[in-house]
C-alpha cells in the first residue's frame, strides 16, 4: 500500500510542471494588459510612461523569461505581487482560502450526508415518501441554476423575512465563529443543493444496481437482519461509484464556486479570481490556477487511495 | 407517471418561489418589464402588509453607523485612491483640499486654507494654511500643499483635470522626481502657486485635489502610488478616518479625533463588498446610493424608505468616432457631412423617452439644454431619417460597408440602446454590427481601434474635461488632425478668466462642434440619489452634487434616527 | 401427509405487481419433499422453478404477492420431536423467517461469481452466517469455517479463508457458496441451478458433493435444473414445471420411464445423448416459443405448442390425475371419465 502511494505521489510532480507551463502561456498569449487596465479610458498616458510601467513589472522581457522567473520565484516561495492592488498574492491567497475553505467545506459535508443519507434511503424504500422526496429535490438541484437559486434564498430568507444577512462573510461585530455562522448559512445551502442532487441520483442508482446483486441474496439467506444487509453487504459496494464524484469535488475547497461567490458576495478565491482575470492581473491569476490544478491532481491521488482502501481487487493490482 | 407528477409538482413548487421571491423589486439589469412584473407583485404584498400594520418597522432604534457599499469605480480591497476621482462620497470623507465648495460647484470658500487671494492677472494664488491636523495628529503644513503637487506631476494614473491644472505651474514642464517645482513656494504656513498661463477653472481644480501626508509620503514611488500600502491604512485629514479594512469584507471609517471642525454626528461608516446595490439597499446595508441606470431607479423607488434626489452632473453619453480604417487610412467617417448625416439617422430623443424619461436629456455639443451656458442658437439636430438618407447619398458613402458599433459599459440599459440605435442605422440602409468590446476598454479604445463608432461616457467635471479630449493625445489617433480653428477656441475657453469672455468661446464651440461633430453626441444624463430616509435625518434644504467630486456636503448635520 | 415429509406447499401463488398491472407467475403449486431426498424441479427457463422457490424462502421483493394455502416446514427439535412451522404465515425479515434461513433451510443460487460479496474476505463471509445464528467466539468459528472448508475440499483451507473472492476459480467459489449454505448445517438445502454456470468436472463434483451430503448426513436437498442428464443421475423425485404450473411429479424412476404429460416426453426427447442418436437426425425440439407469463391463458397453459391438444384443453382448469402411485399428471388426457 506505501508503494502504492508513494508512486501516484511522485507522478504528480512533472504533472504540476506541465500545467505550470500552460497555465503560464495560455494566459499570457491572450490579449489582456494589466497596465492598460490600471489607466482608465479617459486618462491619457504617453507611450514611453506605458513602457516604463511594463518594464517595473517585468512584462517587456519576452516570454520565456518571464516564465523561468516566475517558476524559480514559485519554488523559492515568493508568489509574486498582484499588479492591479499591490498586495502580495500569497497574502491575497492566505486571506480568501479560509473563506472559500470554510464554505464550501461544509457544503461538501451537508450535501454528501444528505445526499448519501437520501438515495440509499430512496433505493430501500422505493416508491415510498423518501423517494418522492429525494425525486423532488434531485430535479430542484439539477434544474434550478445555483445563481436563481441563490438570489431565491436571499430574496426570501435574507430581505422578506430578515433572518439572515444577504451577503458578505462577516461584520465588524462579529467576535467568535458563531457570530458569523449567520453569513454561513444561506451559501451553503445553495452550494449543497445542486451537489445534494447528484449524489442523491448516483446513490441511488448504485444501490439499486447493487440490491439487485446475487451477494444480496446469499447475504439475506444467511438470515441476517435488513439493517446488516444493507449496511454492511450493499452500502460499501454501492459507495464507489458516489466516492468518485465527492472527491472531485475536493478542489471546491480551494477553487470555490464562482457562482455563490458572486451571488454572496462571498469574499473567497472565486471572487479573486474573477477580478484578476477581467483585468489580466497575471500573477494572481497564475498562482490561482496552479493551485486549483495541484488540488484535482490531489484528489485524483485521493481517489485511488481511497478505492483500493474499498475495494481489495484494486488494491492487489486486479481488475 | 409518478415520476412525471413529482416533476410537475416539482415546477410548480419552482415557480410560486420565484414569484414569492421576486416581489420587492428586480435586480439591477433586469428589463423593465420584468421589473414592472415584479414591482405589481411587490405592491400586492405590501398593500397586505400595510393593512395589517401601520407602519412597516416601528421607531425602533438604528445604530449610528451609516452603510454603504464599495462597488464599480470603488473598491473594498482597500481605501480608495482619492486621485482618479473621490470616488462616490468615499474619499470626501477621509481628505479635504485646500478650497471646498457647494453642490453647484459655483462658490468656494478656504478648508484646509484659512484664506486665499488671487493675484490681478490671475497668475498668482496663495493659500494661508488653516490650523488642521492629521489624523495621526501632525499639522497639515504648507510643505504637504507642495509635496502635492510634486507628487501629481509623477503620478500615471490620475484625473485629467488635475493634471491640466498642475501643468500650468511654474516650472511643471523641468521637474523631475526628487527636485524643486520652482512655481510652489512656502513661507512658514502660506503657499504660493505661480501659474505660467491663465487656466480657467483652477480655482475649481483647488476644491478637488486632495492634500497628501509629506512627513509620511516621502520618498514613495509615484508611479505605482495607486498600489501604495498607504492605501491599507492611510492617514487622513477630513472629518473620518479609517479605523478597520478586512479586504474584500468591510472597510469602517471613524470619526477623526483630531479634525478641528463640528464633528460629525455619525459615528461610523460601513462600506461592505456587497455587489448588488439592489439586494444591499434591501437587505439594509446600503443607506445611500446614486445610479443613472433606469433598472435600478425603478428598484429604489419601490423601497418605501428610500427619498429620491436629483443631482445635476455633466455625464455625457455619446460616441468616439473613428475617422481611420484598420490599415490606417481615412475612412468614410472622416467626412463631417457623413458625421453629421449620422446624427440625423439616430432618433435620440425617443431613446431619451425610453431609458431616461426625466432624468435624462438630447445634447448636441458640450453644452446642455436648460442651462444658463447652453447656446440657444445651435440646432437641436432632430432625428430626420430622409434628410440622412440624402446627406449620405450625396457625400457618396458607400452603403455597402459596415459600420462597427461598440461600447463597453455593462448594464443592460446601455446593451438595449446600442441595438436600438443599430437598427436605426439599420432603417436608412446603413450595414451595422453592434458588439460589446471584449477587453479592456482603454485598450479598445484607444490601442486595437477596431470600431467606428464607440459608445463612450464622460463623468465632466467641468466643461473644460469635455473640451479637453478633443486635443488629447488619444483622441488624435482617431480623428487626425482637427480644425486650428477649434483647438484655438478650445485653448482660449480654457485660459480666459473674465466669465462675458469665457461664455462667448463656449458659444462659439458648441456651434463648432455641431459643424465638425468631431463627437458624436447622444445625450446627458442625471444622476439619482436615492438616501434612506427613514434612518438618516439629512440637513433640511441639502442639495446634492457631483458624487465623484469634492463639496460640502453638509456631513456634520448628518444624523441617524 | 406421510410421516417423513420435510416441506409441504399446498396451492402456492405468487404473482408480481408491474406497470402493466398484476402477472401471475406461480400458479396454484403443489409439492411434497421427503426427508432425506433428492427432489428435482425441472422445467424450462422462465418456467418459475427459481420464483417458487424464493418464495418459499421470502427473498423476493416488494412487488411480489405470495399467497399460498399451506407452507409447511416440519422441524426437527433436539429431542427428535418434529414442529410444524406455518411458514405462509410470516413475512419477509421476521425473526422466526430469519431464523430459519440459514439454519433450517438454506439456498444456494445459479451464479457462483457474483453470489460472494468481493469486498470482504470468504472466510468472514462463511463466518457471518455461523454467527448469525450460535453465539460462540470469533476463534471457534474461523476454526469451523476452516473444517468445513476442508470437508468441501477446498485445498489450503486455513490460508485461503483469508483470500477474497476475486482470488477463487468459479468452482471453489461455488464451494465457498456451499460452505455458507451448510455451515448451520440445515436440514434442507435448495440448490438453484448450481451447476450450470460452471464446466463439466467442476460440475460432477459439486453434484458428487450433493450426493454426499444426502447420503453421510441425511440432508433434503431441492435441485433446480433444465439439466434432465442431472436428474437422471441423483434425483430421487421429480416435479416438472411448465409456466408457473407443476404439470407432473412423480419418483425419477416412473418420469423416466414413463412420461406421461406431453411437455415431459417432449422435454425427455430434446435431450441430446451421446453416442445413442443415429447420425442425420435432428434434435427434436418442442414446437413454438415459451409464452410471455404477461399472456395469461384460459386452459391448459401448453396448449398451443402440445401436439395432443383436444378443444378441451383450450379452456377450463386441468385436473391432476394419479396414474400410479405417487405419480401425478396435469394433463386431460389421463382424465377418468
Known sequence: MGKFILKKVLMMIPMLFIVSLLVFFAIRTTKADPVTYLIPADVVISEENMEALRARYGLDAPLYVQYFRWIGNLLRGDFGKSIVGGTSVAAIVARSLPATFELAFGALIISSVIGITLGVLSAIHQNGIIDYVGRFIAVLGTSMPQFFFGIIMIQIFAIKLGWLPVGGRTDPSVVTFWDRAKYLVLPTLTMSIAMISTLLKYSRNSMLEVLNRDYIKTARMKGISERRVYITHALRNALRPVMVIIIFRLPLLIGGSVVIESVFSWPGISTQIVGATTSGDYPVIMVTTLLIAATILVSSVLLDIITALLDPRVRLGKE | ?561 | MEENTILRVRKLNTSFKTEDGIIPIVKDVDFDVKRGSILAIVGESGCGKSVTMNSICRLLGKNAEIQAEAIDYMQQEADGSIRTVHMKDLTNTSKEMRALRGKEISMIFQDPMSSLNPVYKVGRQVMEALLQHNKMSKQEAMARVIEMFKQLGIPDPENRVNNYPFEFSGGMKQRVVIAIAMINNPQLLIADEPTTALDVTIQAQIMELMVRLKEEQQKTIILITHNMGLVAETADEVAVMYMGRVVETGSADQIFANPAHPYTSALMQSVPVLGAMEEGKELATIPGQTPNPKDVTDGCEFANRCDKCMECCKTGLVGNHEIEPGHFVRCHLYRKS
Request: hydrophobic letters at 40%; aromatic letters at 12%; glycine letters at 6%.
Open chain 2, 1 to 561: 407517471m409518478k415520476k412525471r407528477f413529482a416533476s410537475f409538482v416539482a415546477l410548480a413548487l419552482v415557480c410560486a418561489m420565484t414569484l414569492a421571491a421576486c416581489g420587492g423589486g428586480g435586480n439591477a439589469g433586469s428589463s423593465t418589464a420584468a421589473s414592472t412584473a415584479a414591482e405589481e407583485v411587490s405592491e400586492a404584498a405590501d398593500t397586505s402588509a400595510a393593512e395589517t400594520t401601520e407602519e412597516t418597522e416601528p421607531a425602533a432604534e438604528n445604530e449610528n453607523v451609516l452603510y454603504y457599499i464599495a462597488t464599480d469605480d470603488a473598491s473594498s480591497e482597500r481605501v480608495n485612491y482619492p486621485f482618479n476621482n473621490r470616488a462616490r462620497f468615499f474619499c470626501n470623507l477621509l481628505w479635504r483640499s485646500l478650497l471646498t465648495t457647494d453642490a453647484d460647484f459655483a462658490t468656494f470658500k478656504g478648508d484646509l486654507a484659512s484664506d486665499y487671494s488671487v493675484s490681478d492677472d490671475g497668475l498668482t494664488y496663495t493659500f494661508t494654511m488653516a490650523d488642521v491636523k492629521w489624523s495621526d495628529g501632525e499639522p497639515v503644513t504648507a510643505e504637504d500643499v507642495k509635496f502635492t503637487f510634486e507628487m501629481i506631476l509623477q503620478l500615471t494614473s490620475i484625473n485629467s483635470n488635475y493634471a491640466n491644472a498642475a501643468k500650468q505651474i511654474v516650472g511643471a514642464n523641468t521637474f523631475q522626481p526628487g527636485g524643486d517645482l520652482e512655481g510652489i513656494t512656502v513661507d512658514g504656513n502660506t503657499v504660493t502657486i505661480q501659474l505660467d498661463s491663465l487656466y480657467a477653472d483652477f480655482e475649481k481644480i483647488m476644491s478637488q485635489i486632495a492634500i497628501m501626508p509629506k512627513h509620511v509620503l516621502e520618498g514613495e514611488d509615484f508611479t505605482v502610488f495607486a498600489q501604495s500600502s498607504f492605501f491599507d491604512m492611510p492617514v487622513t485629514n477630513g472629518m473620518y478616518k479609517v479605523e478597520e479594512v478586512v479586504p474584500a469584507n468591510y472597510i469602517i471609517y471613524t470619526i477623526n479625533e483630531h479634525y478641528e471642525g463640528e464633528k460629525p454626528q455619525i459615528e461610523k461608516i460601513h462600506i461592505s463588498a456587497l455587489s448588488d446595490p439592489i439586494v444591499a439597499a434591501q437587505g439594509g446595508q446600503l443607506d445611500f446610493w446614486n445610479t443613472n441606470n433606469p433598472a435600478e431607479i425603478e428598484a429604489f423607488r419601490a423601497m418605501d424608505n428610500f427619498t429620491e434626489f436629483d443631482i445635476n452632473i455633466l455625464y455625457y453619453r455619446y460616441f468616439v468616432v473613428n475617422c481611420y480604417d484598420d490599415d490606417g487610412n481615412p475612412n468614410a467617417l472622416m467626412d463631417p457631412k457623413v458625421r453629421q448625416a449620422l446624427v440625423y439617422a439616430i432618433d435620440r430623443q425617443a431613446l431619451v423617452d425610453a431609458y431616461y424619461d426625466g432624468f435624462g436629456v438630447v445634447s448636441n455639443s458640450g453644452g446642455v439644454p436648460n442651462t444658463p451656458e447652453y447656446n440657444s442658437a445651435q440646432s437641436d439636430m432632430a432625428y430626420d431619417p430622409d434628410l440622412a438618407k440624402s446627406m449620405l447619398e450625396e457625400a457618396g458613402f458607400d452603403f455597402s460597408q459596415t459600420l462597427r458599433l461598440r461600447y463597453y459599459s455593462g448594464d443592460q440599459t446601455t446593451q438595449n440602446f446600442m441595438e436600438a440605435i443599430g437598427a436605426m442605422l439599420n432603417e436608412i440602409g446603413i450595414q451595422t454590427d453592434v458588439m460589446k468590446f471584449e477587453n479592456d476598454a482603454t485598450e479598445e479604445l484607444w490601442t486595437l481601434r477596431n470600431y467606428e463608432l464607440a459608445q463612450k461616457n464622460l463623468s465632466a467635471f467641468t466643461y473644460s474635461e469635455w473640451y479637453g479630449e478633443y486635443i488629447n493625445e488619444n483622441y488624435a489617433k482617431v480623428l487626425g488632425d482637427i480644425d486650428p480653428e477649434f483647438s484655438q477656441l478650445i485653448t482660449s475657453y480654457n485660459t480666459t478668466v473674465d466669465a462675458a469672455e469665457r461664455q462667448q468661446s463656449f458659444d462659439d464651440l458648441q456651434m463648432m462642434e455641431q459643424e465638425m461633430i468631431y463627437k458624436l453626441p447622444l445625450f446627458t444624463v442625471n444622476q439619482k440619489l436615492f438616501v434612506n430616509t427613514d434612518k438618516i435625518e439629512l440637513p433640511s434644504g441639502i442639495e446634492f452634487g457631483n458624487p465623484w467630486y469634492n463639496y460640502d456636503m453638509q456631513f456634520e448635520s448628518w444624523s441617524v434616527k
